[in-house]
């Protein structure tokens, strides 16, 4: 079974979809939001296929100084797919905003969310 493992925020219609087509779905936090397991401590064990969210949960602030690449860095060491929601218009400023980890990860235009997902998996 795959496993859709979502950061806070994430279209639970779509969440909803998938886990009614039978794939596993479970939250996971980006450290400050207490969602669910923190991202950054998937092991292999948890047999995660992707993680999927919303762009500014990996985003640092003036309160919150990890980089991308520090919040998604279990899925970098583990090869896990990463799909960070994004309008489309706004793609070229994200891959900006994501520095040296834009290559790893896979910006998604809200609508195409569950497509890419099962994309992803197969």
């Known amino acids: 079974m795959a496993i859709v493992a979502y950061l806070e925020g994430t279209d639970p219609l779509i969440l909803t979809r998938l ?3 039978g794939i596993g779905t479970i939250p996971v936090s980006n450290g400050f939001d207490d969602h669910g397991k923190y991202v950054n401590h998937i092991t292999s ?3 995660v296929s992707v993680v999927i969210g ?3 949960k990996v985003l640092p602030t003036s309160v ?3 980089t991308p690449r520090d919040l998604l860095f279990a899925c970098v060491t583990l090869n896990i797919p990463v799909l960070l929601i ?3 218009s706004d793609h070229q400023k994200a891959r900006k905003l994501l520095g040296d980890v834009a290559d790893q990860v896979r910006l998604v235009d809200p ?3 569950y497509e890419a997902v099962l994309e ?3």
């Open 111 to 113: 609508g195409e969310l």
């Open 64 to 66: 919150v100084t990890l």
């Open 120 to 122: 992803t998996i197969s």
């Open 86 to 88: 994004a309008a489309r």
């Open 45 to 47: 064990g948890d047999d």
């Open 54 to 56: 919303y762009l500014h």
């Open 19 to 21: 886990a009614s087509g």
